[in-house]
Each structure stands twice: as C-alpha cells, then as structure tokens.
C-alpha cells in the first residue's frame, strides 16, 4: 500500500463521525470547515461552548473537541479520568493545579503551546482578557469530575 493511500485511510478512520464535515472528491479525506462548527454550550460552564471534531468523548475511543473560553471566565477545579492532550488554537489559555480556584496561580499558554493534563489530577483552566480557544484530545470514556477545595480527588 503506498504512504498516501495509507495516510488517506488513517486520517478516515480518526475523522470519522463528525457531524459538519465536507468530503473531497477523492473521498478520502473528511473536513471540518472552520466557519461551519456549531458551538454549543458547555454543560455547567457558563461562558465555555465546545464542539466535537471526531469521535464522541462519552464513549470508549478517540475523541477530538474544541473548547472556546469567553474572556474572564475560568473552570472550576476538576479532573479527568483520561489523560487529555491540549492545544491553544487561539488567544492566551490559563491552566493551575490544586484544588482551590486562584486564578492569579495560573500559568499562561499562548496560541500554538500544548499541554497535557494527567489523567485524575486536579485542575482549572480559562481565559482572562481575551477569548480562548483550545483543542482537546483523548481516548474515551471522558468525564470531568468537579472538587470543593478539600475534597482533593
């Protein structure tokens, strides 16, 4: 099998599934239009929309979201069962660790910086002056779990 062949049949397999995508002639190929993503809000964050790009996160498998932080507006402290893997498509992102939200602690990633959170660990992460969007990727079932300060995890 040549290396485009081969390439053509992975990215199908990792893209399938999505729900606004446009397929090449080849077919081979699915995209996902940047100007066509329907946002929606993120369950329980206000001020957060994401939209899932493959694969569903609520069931086993690869899954690829994007998140879109309005600005001044932070998650409260959580974690994951899975490790996600992060990437700031745009704006500056804020991520801390521990269990009490102070967004003073937090560091700051700009567009194009990646991160990985640990699978369990806890965290909060947003925006402050200006809209931020990530990238989320990770093997489902996907679940976030939020934390009072003291409960640890």
Known sequence: MNKRLALCLLLGTF???TATTTVTADQAIEIIDADKMVWQDYPGLPGVKFVVLAGNPKEPGLYVIRAKFAPHTMSRPHW?????????VKGT?????????DP?????LKAGSFAIHAPREVHY??????????QITGIGP???TVVTPGDGK
Do not use: C, Q
């Not at 003073?104 to 700051?108: L, N, R, S």
């Not at 992460?125 to 990530?134: F, L, P, R």
């Open 142 to 144: 996907s679940g976030t």
């Open 15 to 17: 893209l399938g599934g």
């Open 125 to 134: 992460d947003g925006a402050k002056d200006e809209e931020a969007i990530v």
């Open 80 to 88: 994951h069962p899975e490790a996600r893997y992060v990437l700031v």
């Open 93 to 101: 992102w804020w991520a801390g660790t521990g269990d009490k939200l």
């Open 104 to 108: 003073e602690a937090t560091v700051p």
